[in-house]
């Protein structure tokens, strides 16, 4: 019961529950997820920490990068079981057209540039 508690927890915080979202469409690493939420790095981590720590998501290297991914198909299925009682889902929709033109290279790219 306590893990169920923990994810409902997880899901209870909008960012949280729009990084969820955004990994049902496909996995993503921390500057896509960035780009996309708009908020600080610290926070992002805090909030990563608290939706693995409810077993919502995994974490897997991949070169330079470690890229975020739903635990599970039931995971997802789940979500996709909450997202059909949204009336409005403007920013879901928003969130998901904005992935499709990111990726990591840009990201990194950009992060580059915003160094010099």
Do not use: P
């Amino acid at each position: 019961m306590d893990m169920m508690i923990n994810r409902l927890k997880a899901l209870s915080d909008t960012n949280r529950f729009r990084i969820l979202m955004m990994l049902t469409e496909r996995d993503l690493c921390v500057c896509e997820i960035l780009e996309v939420l708009d908020i600080a790095g610290g926070t992002l981590s805090n909030h990563l920490k608290i939706l693995k720590n409810a077993d919502l998501i995994d974490q897997n290297k991949e070169g330079r990068w470690i890229l975020y991914a739903l635990k599970d198909e039931a995971t997802r299925e789940f979500l996709r079981s909450l997202e059909k009682d949204i009336i409005d889902r403007t920013i879901l929709e928003h969130d998901r057209k904005f992935i499709t033109g990111i990726d990591r290279l840009s990201c990194s790219k950009s992060a580059k540039m915003n160094q010099v």
